[in-house]
């Protein structure tokens, strides 16, 4: 029981299924990575980043926490977006949420859940900030929408007034920063609209999605 011996059997198989496929696969996944993408998620199991948008190992840096928050005082989200943007060279950052999202929810009821409140506050002050926007009207699950949405624009603004990004943009640095929301009941993925590859374009972008989102 303590050696958890299931998971270590799914891995064998998983191996041996790469190698049949590619039998150098794992040689050169060893000798770098190079991936041009950084996932920005939450950390709930049903969302499993390279598995929904089929990447295999390599092909994205993730870096995920409950919610997918990116706040500024995060050192550890900071330290993933400046290894990701300044050493590995990602081309795309994608913040995603997703629907029905159990941090977003908790927010959004002002429940309390313990020591994950101190980091949820943060989905709390979008609450806050999208007040009217997320006015009651419909059910539940629709204002839970809108604020899942609305949190994930919000995070992708964070994201990109980092100095990290704007360092490299102001360097001249390839990079797009967008915001993707996935469904859990059709495991498809939705672009919310708010990207772009500069300071103006995601102030224009997060401005109409915002105000799309106020419906």
């Not at 499993?48 to 993730?62: S, Y």
Request: charged share 20%; proline share 3%.
């Amino acid at each position: 029981m303590k050696h958890l011996p299931r998971l270590f059997e799914n891995n064998r198989a998983w191996a041996a299924e790469v190698l049949r496929s590619d039998p150098e696969f794992f040689v050169r996944l060893s000798r770098q990575q190079a991936p041009k993408y950084l996932w920005i998620g939450c950390s709930d199991s049903r969302v499993p980043a390279n598995q929904i948008v089929g990447l295999m190992p390599g092909e994205m840096f993730v870096h995920r926490n409950v919610a997918n928050v990116f706040v500024h005082s995060d050192l550890n989200a900071l330290s993933a977006l400046h290894f990701a943007v300044e050493v590995l060279r990602v081309a795309h950052v994608i913040v995603c949420g997703h629907h029905g999202c159990g941090g977003v929810l908790a927010a959004l009821r002002g429940e309390r859940q313990g020591l994950v409140d101190n980091w949820l506050r943060h989905v709390g002050d979008v609450r806050e900030k999208h007040r009217t926007r997320l006015a009651p009207r419909g059910t539940e699950d629709e204002e839970l929408s809108r604020l899942c949405r609305l949190n994930v624009v919000e995070q992708v603004l964070n994201v990109s007034n980092t100095t990290v990004v704007r360092d490299a943009w102001a360097r001249g640095q390839p990079l797009a920063v967008h915001g993707w929301i996935y469904g859990l009941k059709d495991g498809l993925l939705h672009d919310l609209g708010v990207t772009g590859t500069s300071e103006a374009e995601i102030a224009a972008s997060y401005a109409q999605v915002v105000e799309t989102l106020a419906g």
